[in-house]
């Protein structure tokens, strides 16, 4: 079965920093991505993992760590456009993803 | 076009009734995939298919049917429709075997009465 993980709510201060963490237990894996949702919106991809360590994107970077079956999404210089839900998502054996029920993430002027 | 529509955009249908959902992709993407989004849930997968002509069940199938006759379209039918399956679908592509992302199209929101 898939397991995953991940705060349900988080709220930071424009300019600040947040980091969302996601933890997974799957039948196997073959990489992990983060995705951004905006209200009434559809995901869109953000990042992906499939090796131990950070990836960096600007503002977003993403964290691995297969041993500990774990990542987290860090966004640097909030702004308000980042408000939104942020989905954890790994992809099993099966290449199929498993998603998390999502981080909603408000910043605040 | 450019990547994936759905249609329609919002549906209200009366339960016991028919529906079909269309999805038609333009990347060329080998594989596509229907999900529901449900408040606390998260995106479970319906139905999923890896090339064309060939589908497959994916973790919340019942109710739900699925075709593939060519590379870019990819419809969900609702048999007989039930207050149960209200829901956001979103219809997704990948190009299997590359690099596997999933990119989506911009939903339908659905409402069964």
Known sequence: GQNIDQPTEMTATEGAIVQINCTYQTSGFNGLFWYQQHAGEAPTFLSYNVLDGLEEKGRFSSFLSRSKGYSYLLLKELQMKDSASYLCAVKGNDYKLSFGAGTTVTVRA | ?113
Not at chain 2, 11 to 39: E, F, K, P, S, V
Not at chain 2, 43 to 65: C, F, M, Q, W
Not at chain 2, 66 to 80: E, I, K
């Open chain 2, 1 to 113: 076009i450019a990547g994936i529509t759905q249609a329609p955009t919002s549906q209200i249908l009366a339960a016991g009734r028919r529906m079909t959902l269309r999805c038609t992709q333009d990347m060329r993407h080998n594989a596509m995939y229907w999900y529901r989004q449900d408040l606390g849930l998260g995106l479970r997968l319906i139905h999923y298919s890896n090339t064309a002509g060939t589908t497959g069940k994916g973790e919340v199938p019942d109710g739900y049917s699925v075709s593939r006759a060519n590379t870019d379209d990819f419809p969900l039918t609702l048999a007989s429709a039930v207050p149960s399956q209200t829901s956001v679908y979103f219809c997704a592509s990948s190009d299997l075997g590359g690099s596997d992302t999933q990119y989506f199209g911009p939903g339908t929101r659905l409402t069964v009465l």
